[in-house]
Each structure stands twice: as C-alpha cells, then as structure tokens.
C-alpha cells in the first residue's frame, strides 16, 4: 500500500510539472513577443512603403495606393504578407529607378563631365555639382525634393542625379543643358 502511494504521488508531481501545466504561463509570456512582432513588422512596411513612393516620386510615377489595413487587422500572417508585397514593390521600383531612359546618354555626359577622381560625387569649387555637373538652379528646378533632403547633387546617388537630368529633358530642354559634352556624345 504504501509502494502504491509512493508511486501515486510521483505520477501525480510529473503531470504537475509536465508542458501542458506550464502551458498558460507560456501562452501569457507569448503575448508581448506577439506584439513586438507586429510591431516589427508594421515598422518594415511602413519603410517598405516609404522607400517605393520615394523612387516612384523620383521617376514621376504615381505612388502606389494603400489603405493601411495592416494596421486594422488582427492577422499577423497577414501582415506578413503585405510586407512581402511591398517588400517586391520596392525591389520593382529599385529596379526601374537604376535603369533610366537615356542611361546610356547620361553615362557618356558623365564621362565628360566628371571629376575622375570623385565620379558621381564631383564637387570641385566651380558651382557645378555631381556627376552631370548641375547647377543650383537647375536642382532647384528639376529636384527640389532632393535639394531639401540630401542637399546639393554631389551627395545625391547616381541614378538620382539621372533622374533629375531626365526631368529636364522631358521639360524640353533636352540635352542641351550639356552643350559640349552632349555633342561629343552625338547627343545634339
């Protein structure tokens, strides 16, 4: 009788102490790892989104509509899968911005342009900016946006520095803000 007792007891404490006891202690411990995983996740589309509508601003395209239902919503593999979605259209619009119309064009009026030791960061004193040589009016003109944020054209990247030229050709200018260096190109 008391062997049975004994062994009563020990099966009684191992069920005490198995996973499913400790299961709600766990449970309660999941909720703020929950939420910061939402919340992490609300933070990368919300830079997702940001980045895309600021290259789509930068080519002229329209942003990409949202209605924010992430954040209305309760489901986090929902909220996963919009991340990815704006995670693709962020990678899309990367890709579109590195390849402007003209790159080619732009390339050769940056070889003339540029400072060799500096590229696309050529700054050399003259009031001329950048990789394309642009001036402060011209930036103010056809990258007001970027002038604000990043400042003058030589800390702009390169295909921002593309795209800006490219505003000024649509404008009708053409080329022919590069009078030498676009006819050594065969531009003009």
């Known amino acids: 009788m008391k062997n049975l007792f004994v062994r009563l007891f020990v099966v009684a404490a191992v069920l ?19 939420a910061a995983a939402n919340k992490r996740v609300l933070g990368q589309i919300d830079r997702l989104r940001r980045t ?13 509509p949202t209605h924010y239902a992430e954040r209305r919503s309760p489901d986090h593999q929902y909220r996963l899968w919009v991340r990815d979605l704006w995670k693709h259209r962020a990678t899309r619009a990367h890709r579109q911005a590195t390849n402007p119309p003209r790159k080619a064009a732009w390339l050769c009026i940056h ?55 490219e505003r ?21």
Do not use: H
């Not at 005490?16 to 929950?34: E, G, I, Q, Y």
């Open 16 to 34: 005490a102490l198995s996973p499913s006891a400790v299961a709600p202690t766990r449970t309660a411990d999941a909720a703020p790892v929950k």
């Open 52 to 64: 895309t509508w600021r290259l789509q601003e930068l080519m002229g395209r329209p942003k990409t």
């Open 111 to 165: 070889r003339y342009e540029r400072n060799p030791a500096q590229g696309w960061g050529t700054r050399t004193g003259n009031g001329y900016y950048g990789g394309l040589q642009m001036d402060i009016a011209f930036q103010r003109a056809y990258g007001p946006e970027l002038l604000r944020r990043r400042g003058t054209a030589d800390n702009w990247r390169w295909f921002e520095q593309m795209w800006v030229a």
């Open 168 to 188: 000024a050709y649509r404008s009708g200018r053409g080329f022919y803000p590069w009078p030498n260096t676009a006819r050594f190109c065969g531009l003009i």
